[in-house]
């Protein structure tokens, strides 16, 4: 249950209207209306408005991850030119960006609640919250491995937990077994938490699957991170961890045809998202001119909507408002359709390949001060 936020009225204005008002307001605002009364200094540091604040539908900007041949094609060694921008205009009407690519270090996971994942190795990260342009430095994850092994790839996912308050960092490392030259039979896990600025670790999972698909469609909703993962016959399944239990659980899928195949399993991709504030999926069929939107409420999935069929076929990258989805065209566009009006509108973005991500103004704080 979360706990009560209190702050200092003004004027007429109760406890509740205040709260739901500041929420409202961009990050840049409410760091400067922190100083307005004591109540308000802590009302922006307290982990539930910070939570809800993170849940409003109007803070969420677009960022896109793209790769696009390089026209000047007389420097063979770099055909391919890569850019992570971000839209601040909310409603996507003005299309200028913000090239986030020089300050991108390394490999980077995320953007999770509008905190990137620098990740300089598999068990050293750096946090970023690019709102506050502020950076932590974890300490180094030193997990205990079993003999013979080693970290073969890692992952990450960011989520609230309602019971201590506070946020928490979930590592999980896939390790590979170098006498038998295969994946180990068990996953590690770590929890950072940043309340006390360390790592603890947990009881892997047999490594049934490969949690690593789909990745960077993970999804944090009420206290839980979900993933999508793939098992060794290609079908898939969600991954679910809870963040106050610090257990995982495999949840099946709404029932939709499964794939056979690496082939089909990259093909028919199963994207992650929250629609009416429930874990949703959106699946499109194998020939790719119809999509389905599916909602999980009270443990089983409902088919909410169906959109298309289009003469045209695309690919589902991501949620964007409510009814509105980002697809890729076959001849590479990013295009949003508003199933609502089914309206399609060209975002003018080309490329070769594209990932999709949410950016939304974050107040979790990076400074170690605010530990």
Request: with cysteine; hydrophobic share 35%.
């Amino acid at each position: 249950m979360e706990r009560e936020i209190r702050v200092t009225s003004l004027g007429d204005l109760s406890d509740d209207m205040m709260i739901e008002t500041l929420s409202r307001l961009p990050v840049r605002s409410l760091m400067r209306f922190k100083c307005v009364c004591k109540s308000w200094f802590g009302l922006v540091k307290d982990p539930n408005f910070i939570y809800k604040h993170l849940k409003r539908d109007d803070n969420m900007r677009l960022m896109v991850y793209c790769t696009y041949k390089n026209p000047d094609d007389r420097d063979p060694s770099d055909d391919l030119i890569t850019y992570f921008s971000v839209f601040p205009d909310r409603t996507l009407t003005d299309l200028h960006f913000q090239d986030l690519e020089p300050l991108m270090k390394g490999i980077h996971i995320g953007p999770y609640d509008g905190i990137f994942c620098l990740l300089k190795s598999h068990t050293l990260i750096n946090l970023w919250n690019v709102s506050l342009n502020e950076y932590r430095v974890v300490p180094e994850c030193r997990p205990r491995l079993p003999c013979y092994t080693k970290t073969h790839y890692a992952n990450v996912a960011l989520g609230f937990d309602p019971v201590i308050n506070g946020f928490k960092l979930v590592l999980i490392l896939t390790l590979w077994n170098d006498q038998r030259d295969s994946f180990h039979d068990f996953s590690h896990v770590a929890v950072y938490s940043f309340s006390t600025n360390s790592w603890r670790d947990l009881e892997g999972f047999e490594m049934r699957f490969d949690y690593m698909v789909d990745r960077i469609y993970n999804v944090y909703l009420n206290g839980y991170c979900y993933w999508v993962v793939c098992r060794p016959d290609y079908s898939k399944a969600i991954l679910s961890f809870s963040i106050s239990d610090e257990v995982f659980q495999e949840i099946e899928g709404p029932s939709v045809p499964q794939t056979t195949t690496y082939y089909q399993s990259v093909k028919t991709p199963w994207i992650l998202g929250t629609y009416d504030d429930c874990l949703s999926l959106l699946y499109s069929d194998k020939m790719a001119h119809s999509f389905e939107l599916w909602i999980m409420k009270g443990g089983s999935w409902t088919k909410h909507l169906t959109f298309g069929p289009f003469i045209e076929t695309y690919q589902p990258l991501g949620f964007w408002r409510k009814g509105e989805f980002f697809l890729e065209s076959s001849d590479k566009r990013v295009v949003l359709y508003d199933s609502r009006y089914q309206e399609m509108r060209d975002l003018e973005i080309t490329g070769l390949w594209f990932t999709v991500h949410i950016l939304k103004e974050s107040l979790i704080r990076m400074e170690n001060e605010d530990m």
